[in-house]
């Protein structure tokens, strides 16, 4: 018996994240608010080296991480290097990178302003906007995008800032709103991404899925959502509308959550795909912004539960 004990329990269900949990819930979002960073500066971390963290760097990483779900690494190397975003990742347990047709070929994207060659149709290879979204919600649940490194290599000349707020609170805000929205949310058949056709046939079929998620084995929450109003189709169902439009205008509105940041060569952004979108910006030919991009079906490990 005592070897028994000695096991991991499983993991107890219904976490937080269950509508029907209230007293999880309630002691979750207590300490959410309690513990979400002020301001940018506090999820900032200096760090000598982005492929060789010290102990402590790593360490206030995780801490902002497992507080916010997002970090901001800010290192003095500026060296185009696809190494930094990749060995940092690999510290916190991220390996499983996805591959796309617009990736490179190691699976790390060289996001910048494109002409040609089929990546200037997709919008974050121009220098337009990009409304809020959390990354691949086109996927199939099979290449869930759990967490994501963009390190600047070459900022704008202008704009080109990213916001990012914590889904985690986003669901919280709607949650506390009223928790049939984000029952409405949780819905398999919520969100529709159409099948994307070229001149060819279908380069992506169609994917529907949840807007929010919970991971059956970790009881990690995951945000599928886009603000684009064109290519989506919303469930016909009057509480998935409701809370489409709780989400539009929140994230539409001033949210004392969100954080603004123009990351700026050397720095990055470590975090497990929260929302976040994009200014429009301009280039100096000469020195065009690039960022690069890793994804991953791994979620940050923290060391923590
Ligand atoms: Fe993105």
């Not at 979400?36 to 999820?43: E, V």
């Not at 910048?112 to 220098?127: S, W």
């Not at 995008?145 to 900022?155: D, E, F, Y």
């Not at 969100?258 to 050397?266: D, F, I, S």
């Amino acid at each position: 018996m005592a070897a028994a004990r000695a096991q991991a329990p499983p993991r107890r269900l219904p976490g937080p994240f269950d509508p029907d949990a209230e007293t999880a819930y309630r002691g979750w979002r207590e300490r959410k608010l309690r513990e979400a960073p002020a301001d940018l500066d506090a999820l900032r971390v200096r760090v000598r080296d982005p492929r060789a963290l010290t102990g402590a760097e790593h360490a206030a990483l995780a801490e902002c991480v497992r507080r916010a779900n997002m970090a901001l690494y800010d290192s003095p190397i500026v060296a185009a290097d696809k190494d930094l975003p990749r060995l940092l990742a690999r510290q916190f347990g991220l390996s499983r990178l996805d591959r796309n047709w617009l990736a490179d070929d190691d699976g790390i994207s060289s996001v910048a302003v494109a002409e040609g060659g089929g990546r200037g149709d997709y919008i974050p290879y121009t220098d337009k906007p990009i409304r809020w979204h959390t990354d691949g919600y086109y996927n199939p649940p099979a290449r869930r995008i759990r967490a994501m490194v963009l390190h600047c290599v070459r900022s704008a000349a202008a704009g080109g800032e990213n916001a990012l707020l914590d889904h985690e609170i986003a669901y919280l805000l709607m949650r506390d709103e009223d928790p049939a929205l984000v029952r409405a949310l949780m819905q398999p058949d919520a969100m529709t991404i159409p099948a994307r056709t070229d001149d060819v046939g279908v380069v992506r079929p169609a994917e529907t899925g949840p807007v929010f998620h919970v991971d059956a084995q970790s009881g990690a929450l995951h945000m599928r959502y886009t603000a684009r109003t064109r290519s989506i189709e919303w469930k016909d169902d009057p509480a998935v509308r409701a809370a489409a439009a709780f989400l539009e205008r929140l994230l539409a509105g001033p949210s004392t959550h969100a954080h603004r940041v123009t990351l700026r060569p050397g720095m990055g952004l470590l975090c497990n795909n929260v929302l976040h979108e994009r200014t429009a910006f301009a280039d100096d030919p000469a020195r065009p912004r690039l960022i690069y991009r890793a994804r991953y079906y791994d979620r940050i490990a923290t060391g923590s539960a």
